[in-house]
């Protein structure tokens, strides 16, 4: 008897005592991923990465909105979101205690407002990536404020850009013709 009471206290506690105090899990552990809409610029990058498609986007053209999604019962905790996105605005956290009443409860949203095109109006980007497309050019072109030019082909759809370098080599080929009946 003696002996066992001596390995007893010698193996400690061999079980947790979960759920009744909270579980450690090791600092590696891939957990529920956080979505911090602050932070993201909805430009899409974890929607591709996402391997079972739990994080999707959707766009209203006509509310001038794009909606960021991700359904939990869907992800297989991989973090290849987390690897992807340019912001932070998403990372695995040690939250493993998903069980929920309703499966609506999975679900988790958030609605970015889209910037209209400078030339024909129409909704196309998120404004916040127009906005940090905007910071990455100022900080790599080293300068404080962005060219004009550099603004309009921001704040321009690539439909009207498409047709502005159309016309553009259109005028060009003109300019030749008539350079070469002189
Ligand atoms: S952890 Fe993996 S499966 Fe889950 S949302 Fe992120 S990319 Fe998708
Ligand atoms: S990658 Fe990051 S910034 Fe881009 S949509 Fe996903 S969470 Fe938002």
């Given at each position: 008897m003696l002996k066992l009471l001596k390995e007893?206290?010698?193996t400690g506690e061999?079980?947790?005592k979960y759920p009744f105090a909270p579980l450690e899990v090791s600092k590696d552990f891939r957990g529920k991923?956080?979505?911090?809409a602050e932070k993201c610029i909805?430009?899409?990058?974890?929607?591709?990465?996402?391997p079972p498609n739990a994080i999707q986007m959707e766009t209203d053209i006509e509310a001038?909105?794009?909606?960021?999604?991700?359904?939990y019962g869907r992800c297989v905790f991989c973090g290849r979101c987390e690897e992807s996105c340019p912001t932070g605005a998403i990372y695995l956290t040690p939250d493993f205690e998903l069980a929920v009443g309703s499966k609506a409860d999975l679900m988790r949203r958030?609605?970015?407002?889209?910037?209209?095109?400078?030339?024909?109006?129409?909704p196309f980007a998120p404004a916040k990536e127009i906005a940090y497309a905007g910071a990455l050019l100022a900080q790599a072109s080293e300068a404080e404020e962005l060219?004009?030019?550099?603004?309009?082909?921001l704040a321009t759809c690539p439909e009207c850009k498409r047709r502005a370098d159309l016309q553009k080599l259109a005028d060009m080929a003109i300019a030749r013709q008539m350079?070469?009946?002189k």
């Open positions: 007893i206290f010698r061999a079980t947790v991923p956080e979505h911090e909805a430009c899409a990058a974890c929607t591709i990465a996402c001038g909105t794009r909606t960021w999604s991700i359904n958030a609605v970015f407002t889209l910037a209209q095109c400078e030339v024909c109006g129409k060219t004009d030019r550099q603004r309009t082909l350079e070469t009946r």
